[in-house]
Every structure is written in structure tokens, then in C-alpha cells.
Nanobody
Framework: QVQLVESGGGLVQAGGSLRLSCAAS????????MGWFRQAPGKEREFVAA????????YYADSVKGRFTISRDNAKNTVYLQMNSLKPEDTAVYYC????????????WGQGTQVTVSS
């Protein structure tokens, strides 16, 4: 069973930064792509960023491109989301997820961490 545990959320002023972490259990972390998603109140969950198993490829939603950076440390079974220049519209619960065998799908999800950006 794979477990994903997010941390690093909190309250920050607009323009500030946060770094989210997602620690994964299991020995096969380095074999899978990982992603970050978010869900704001009253809205559907949306894709934020993804990273390939090696870290060599990254993908971002247009809304965060140039402000957020996804990275991973396979030795620590951890994926990160560095969030800079935060905006109030970035307020959401952020989830990490493990990529499934089918590209673009995700099969395990964390419980989420709240990010609140005040104006």
C-alpha cells in the first residue's frame, strides 16, 4: 500500500513563498511520475504540476508557470512544490498524487495540505 503525506502548507501573504513536500512510502517511488493538484472551495480539483520518474521532465498548469517549481528527491522518496509569488487565487487544498501506469492518470493520493494566501 502506498501512502503519500503532504506537509508545508500554511498562511502566507500575497507575494510570499511556500514549499510543499510530499513524502511517499514504498520502495518503488522512483519508478513513478508524481503530480500536484489543488482544489479551492466550490471548485473542481485542478492539475498544478507533474514530474517524470527521473525528474527530467516537468509540466505545469498555465496559471502557475514561472511561479511554481516541482522537483523530487528519489533518495528521500519525496516530491516538492516550490511556490513563489503567491496570489490569493492560489488558495486551495494541495494534493500530491502518484502517476498510474496509464499516462496522465493517478492512482494514489495524499490527504492534502491547506494553502491560504491573504491579500
Amino acid at each position: 500500500q502506498v501512502q503519500l503525506v503532504e506537509s508545508g502548507g500554511g498562511l502566507v501573504q500575497a507575494g510570499g513563498s511556500l514549499r510543499l513536500s510530499c513524502a511517499a512510502s514504498g520502495r518503488t517511488f522512483s519508478s513513478y511520475a508524481m503530480g500536484w493538484f489543488r482544489q479551492a472551495p466550490g471548485k473542481e480539483r485542478e492539475f498544478v504540476a507533474a514530474i517524470s520518474w527521473s525528474g527530467g521532465s516537468t509540466y505545469y498548469a498555465d496559471s502557475v508557470k514561472g511561479r511554481f517549481t516541482i522537483s523530487r528527491d528519489n533518495a528521500k522518496n519525496t516530491v516538492y512544490l516550490q511556490m513563489n509569488s503567491l496570489k490569493p487565487e492560489d488558495t486551495a487544498v494541495y494534493y500530491c498524487a502518484r502517476g498510474a501506469v496509464v499516462a496522465g492518470e493517478y492512482d494514489y493520493w495524499g490527504q492534502g495540505t491547506q494553502v491560504t494566501v491573504s491579500s
